[in-house]
């Protein structure tokens, strides 16, 4: 079974960059089978997709989100990356990675990692 | 984008009895390859959500037969026939036949 580890900063500076990692255990970023994803929950509030990636690098993001984020593969570690880009207080939330089953939904997810934006 | 709406925002249900949670799309989830694009997910408190039901009906490895999904086009429904304490949380409905991918507002369930 696929398991995920999200990691990165806990604590960002408002218009600065957001930089978090998933690494990837119990299986290969590269399968055929698997996208690769970022979800966001705001501490008591619901869930948004944010973006998700191919092992190819093929990408697709949320357009609400788009001109803000950069999501990348590293193959030759097992990880994909997040990054989001002139932050706000807004854009704190619990950071989810999780696994896309044939670009469909989520099966596995990470625990996730909070992020705040403050200064 | 696709709104997702849930009905009803909480849930208080005694032990061993059913539950039922709607879930609307704003849009057809029924996909010209037959598939219809709707899932639902569980977040524990303090935990990431789990997958419980994927493509309407389908449960996911592992989820208790006492979860099930039904509905079609843009109504679905989780149905859970005797709740367990273990069942506390927050309840999903999550769309992707359109980007962007969307979920509903959640249900909160918690036992009387």
């Known amino acids: 079974q696929l398991q995920l580890q999200e990691s990165g900063p806990g604590l960002v500076k408002p218009s600065e960059t957001l930089s978090l990692t998933c690494t990837v255990s119990g299986g290969s970023i590269s399968s055929s089978s698997y996208y690769w994803g970022w979800i966001r929950q705001p501490p008591g509030k619901g869930l948004e997709w944010i973006g998700s990636?191919?092992?190819?690098?093929?990408?697709y993001y949320n357009p609400s989100l788009k001109s803000r984020v950069t999501i990348s593969v590293d193959t030759s570690k097992n990880q994909f990356s997040l990054k989001l880009s002139s932050v706000t207080a807004a854009d704190t939330a619990v950071y989810y990675c999780?696994?896309?089953?044939?670009?469909?939904?989520?099966?596995?997810w990470g625990q996730g990692t909070l992020v705040t934006v403050s200064s | 984008d696709i709104v997702m709406t849930q009905t009803p925002l909480s849930l208080s249900v005694t032990p061993g009895q059913p539950a039922s949670i709607s879930c609307k799309s704003s849009?057809?989830?029924?996909?010209?390859?037959?598939?219809?694009?709707l899932y639902w997910y569980l977040q524990k408190p303090g935990q990431s959500p789990q997958l419980l039901i994927y493509e309407v009906s389908n449960r996911f490895s592992g989820v208790p037969d006492r979860f099930s999904g039904s509905g079609s086009g843009t109504d679905f429904t989780l149905k859970i026939s005797r709740v367990e304490a273990e069942d506390v949380g927050v309840y999903y409905c999550m769309q992707s036949i359109q980007l962007p991918f969307t979920f509903g507002p959640g249900t909160k369930v918690d036992i009387k």
């Open positions: 849009q057809s989830l029924l996909h010209s390859d037959g598939k219809t694009y």
């Open positions: 990636i191919y092992y190819s690098g093929s990408t």
């Open positions: 999780a696994s896309l089953v044939a670009r469909s939904y989520f099966d596995y």
